[in-house]
């Protein structure tokens, strides 16, 4: 089935349509919010939210763009505002640790293990994982878009609403940033 075709079921409100739309673009949204937000359940909460989203607001898309990349964008923004949801709860548990006897502090992410990663590459997975969790938002997510779903830099600045110059940039500093952070852990780990 066509995109068009697609888009004209979906604001028909017809269910094939729909249960089309899933087929095609669940693991896409789940990869995704997988690798941004680095938690399995996180993952599949927002994943559903994002066809609920894009259910709902269907009839608002104007197909200026493509539809992935609409659903791309429902996707990283959702992923992005669980992000500061949850680093804004995490500095409100450490201030109230503060001023109260218990402590009420959010613990930091285990090491994260992708799914798709093979057994023999874990370890060194989690590590690269938690460096990139460590870059800068934009340059985390580009890096993310084009390494984990394979998008090229002209797709991810129509997701991110970006120039292309401005992607190549975040992806120059995201690969500088993690070569740093990178050398830095196996420079620790060795001695």
């Known amino acids: 089935m066509n995109e068009k075709s697609l888009i004209s079921l979906l604001k028909a409100g017809d269910n094939s349509g729909f249960r089309e739309l899933i087929a095609l673009y669940k693991d896409r949204v789940y990869n995704t919010c997988l690798s941004l937000l680095q938690n399995i359940e996180d993952s599949q909460d927002i994943t559903q939210e994002v066809f609920i989203e894009i259910h709902r607001s269907i009839h608002s898309f104007k197909a200026e763009s493509k539809l992935s990349t609409w659903i791309y964008r429902i996707a990283l923004t959702k992923s992005l505002e669980l992000i500061r949801k949850k680093k804004t709860k995490k500095r409100f548990g450490r201030v109230e640790s503060l001023w109260s006897n218990t402590s009420n502090e959010i613990e930091d992410k285990t090491d994260f293990y992708h799914p798709g990663i093979s057994l023999e590459n874990k370890e060194r997975s989690a590590i690269l994982f938690k460096a990139i969790d460590k870059l800068p938002v934009n340059q985390k997510t580009a890096f993310i878009m084009h390494k984990t779903e394979d998008l090229s830099y002209t797709e991810i600045a129509d997701i991110m609403e970006l120039s292309v110059s401005s992607i190549e ?16 852990y196996y420079y620790k780990n060795e001695v």
């Open 169 to 184: 940039s975040l992806m120059f500093r995201a690969k500088q940033n993690l070569q740093k952070l990178l050398s830095d």
